[in-house]
């Protein structure tokens, strides 16, 4: 996981601007919206430079936070295989769980099982058109494989 996410979502200890304007830092960690956050877990709510201890564990808890929510609002997301449930937890961790919670014909055919018809929703979407090509190419291949 951490892997794919650090390539996806790159990983540096200096803050930076994304490609949306948003102040972020280590793995995908959004400083903007984690303020209160990120003081609890690294002890400053807007760093300069972080350490890499400081970046894992603000990775690990985005992680965690991404996987409990994704059970929490998708229950029966616990039952899809590994690499699926993998996938929704790296998009929970990209855009939130509210914006995934968005996919609701999509999530339906992951329901039922239609693993196929979910991929082409996912890459029918602009969550598709706002991350790189490789990475959706990537992520809706391990969907639509069902693995």
């Known amino acids: ?17 994304d490609a949306k304007g948003v102040m972020t830092i280590g793995i995908g960690w959004n400083l903007s919206s984690n303020r209160e956050v990120t003081g609890k877990l690294i002890g400053v709510t807007m760093p300069t430079c972080i350490t890499d201890t400081k970046v894992n564990t ?5 992680v965690r936070r991404a996987a409990e929510e994704l059970y929490k609002y998708l229950p029966w997301s616990r039952d899809l295989p590994r690499g699926v449930r993998d996938v929704l937890v790296r998009m929970s961790f990209n855009m939130g769980m509210g914006a995934l919670l968005g996919f609701k014909n999509t999530l339906a055919a992951l329901k039922a099982r239609d693993y196929r018809k979910a991929a082409n929703g996912f890459r029918a979407s602009q969550w598709c058109r706002d991350v ?7 992520e809706t291949a391990k969907i639509a494989e069902g693995v």
């Open 58 to 62: 603000l990775y690990e808890y985005s």
């Open 132 to 138: 790189k090509m490789r990475r959706c190419s990537e």
């Open 1 to 17: 996981m951490k892997v794919l996410l650090s390539r996806y979502e790159g990983y540096r200890n200096c803050r930076y601007s």
